[in-house]
């Protein structure tokens, strides 16, 4: 007579294939938790980086490369922003090329961005793209500046 059920065997099996879809599934999780953080940091350099374009184009024209060109801190993350403001060749010194770069340390002792030092200069070894010859990060703006007529 034959008994209804599942052998041990069976059992062992499907638990295997529960325990592997399940850890399949952890991993996704904790990796949208990483997801997660580099979404609110972007966005907190991204409003870092436009709060400084807003300040250097509140500030008066002839002031800007003294005062502006360097590193600056971002409130609310864990990194350093830089300023790199140059007259544009040509432009009788009426245009200024603005261009704000946020890098930041995120979980993990993740660097996002170039300034693995996060110093907000581009040291030696930093340059990933040595094309340009300036910090690069997802969280960067490039703008240009004109003199505002009197």
């Known amino acids: 007579m034959k ?3 599942f052998t041990l065997l069976e059992v062992m099996i499907a638990a ?6 399940l850890l399949g599934l952890l991993g996704v999780f904790t990796n949208c ?14 409003n870092g980086a436009q709060e400084r374009l807003e300040q250097i184009r509140n500030a008066d024209f002839g002031t800007i490369i003294a005062n502006y060109n360097g590193p600056f801190n971002v409130s609310g993350l864990d990194g350093i922003g830089r300023v790199d403001a140059t007259y544009v060749a040509g432009s009788n010194n009426n ?7 946020i890098c930041w340390r995120q ?11 996060l110093n907000g200069n581009l040291d030696a070894g930093e340059d990933v793209n040595p094309t340009n010859g300036s910090l ?3 969280a960067q703006l490039v ?7 009197q």
């Not at 295997?16 to 879809?21: D, F, G, N, Y």
């Not at 245009?95 to 770069?101: E, F, G, S």
């Not at 703008?143 to 007529?149: A, D, G, Q, S």
């Open 3 to 5: 008994r209804g059920g």
């Open 16 to 21: 295997a294939v529960l325990v592997v879809a």
């Open 33 to 46: 938790f990483g997801l997660n953080e580099t979404a609110r940091n972007l966005t907190i350099a991204i």
């Open 95 to 101: 245009l200024i090329d603005t261009r704000v770069v």
């Open 107 to 117: 979980g993990r002792n993740r660097i996002i961005g170039e300034d693995i030092n």
């Open 136 to 138: 690069d990060s997802p």
């Open 143 to 149: 703008t240009l500046i004109t003199e505002k007529e």
